[in-house]
């Protein structure tokens, strides 16, 4: 069974950093593509980042294209988010997410993060 465990949310101030972590299991994680989603309240979801399964090719939203960096530790099944310079838009639930190869979504519990201004 696929489990998605994301960590590291919390409140901090406008300009600060947080790193997101997500634990993965039930699967060869280390076979697969991630990314984290986000949603902001009363709003959609919105793609943040991807990363391949070796950890060589990463990509960005433009919103946050320089402030955050997606990382893997494929030996700990482990993806991370840093994120730095936040700012209060940056408000929304993390996910992270598997795609399978039948391009099925699984997601974790999500994570809360709030920036204050």
């Known amino acids: 069974e696929v489990q998605l465990v994301e960590s590291g949310g919390g409140l901090v101030q406008a300009g600060g950093s947080l790193r997101l972590s997500c634990a993965a299991s039930?699967?060869?994680?280390?076979?697969?593509?991630m990314s984290w989603v986000r949603q902001a309240p009363g709003k959609g979801l919105e793609w943040v980042s991807g990363i391949n399964s070796g950890g060589g090719s990463t990509s960005y939203a433009d919103s946050v294209k320089v402030r955050f960096a997606i990382s893997r530790d494929n030996d700990k099944n482990t993806l991370y988010l840093q994120m730095n310079s936040l700012k209060p838009d940056d408000t929304a639930v993390y996910y992270c997410r598997l795609e399978d190869r039948r391009l099925r979504h699984y997601w974790g519990q999500g994570t809360q993060v709030t920036v204050s201004s």
């Open positions: 039930g699967f060869t994680f280390s076979s697969y593509a």
